[in-house]
């Protein structure tokens, strides 16, 4: 009778340590898919934000473009300049951000990006309407291949 007291003590301390091997095994588990969850979330979000970090860029550029058109330099005053200089610098901080998760060569593109549209809030705004367009041409391709890759790269990495 002792042997069996025995044995099924050793049995049922075996099964209370499986099964809290199974608790911590699932509960690592499901705190892995929070994390990634949640991570997954600020990077879309990041995506959205420097999606609207671009259009504001844009049209604070096509604002100071058609001002100074139509006014000469006199109608673009610092503050517009400085206001659109810092939208691209929020745009280069979002960049930053994903490209943290990507490559070499993807980090260059969002940088390269960042700087093309500096150089057209500081420059090229005050330019005909054909090198203007043209500098946003580059620029609009150089952004739908960072959005391209911010939307694959969430459903990829995340998922």
Known sequence: MGSRLTLVSIVVATLAMAS???QSFN???????????VL???YLRTCRDIIDAYFQIRL???AMHEAHAARGTEAVDAMMRRDAEANVFKFGALGTFLANFRDDA???RYTELSWKLLAIVRD?????RE???KAYAEADGLFGEMN????????LMFL
Do not use: I
Request: positive net charge; glycine residues 2%.
């Open 20 to 22: 809290s091997f199974f």
């Open 27 to 37: 509960y690592s588990r499901n705190l892995d898919v929070v994390q990634r969850n």
């Open 40 to 42: 997954r979330g600020e």
């Open 60 to 62: 604070r550029a096509m």
């Open 106 to 108: 993807v980090r260059q």
């Open 124 to 128: 090229t705004y005050a330019q005909p």
């Open 131 to 133: 090198p203007f367009d």
């Open 148 to 155: 391209e890759d911010c939307a694959r790269t969430a459903r």
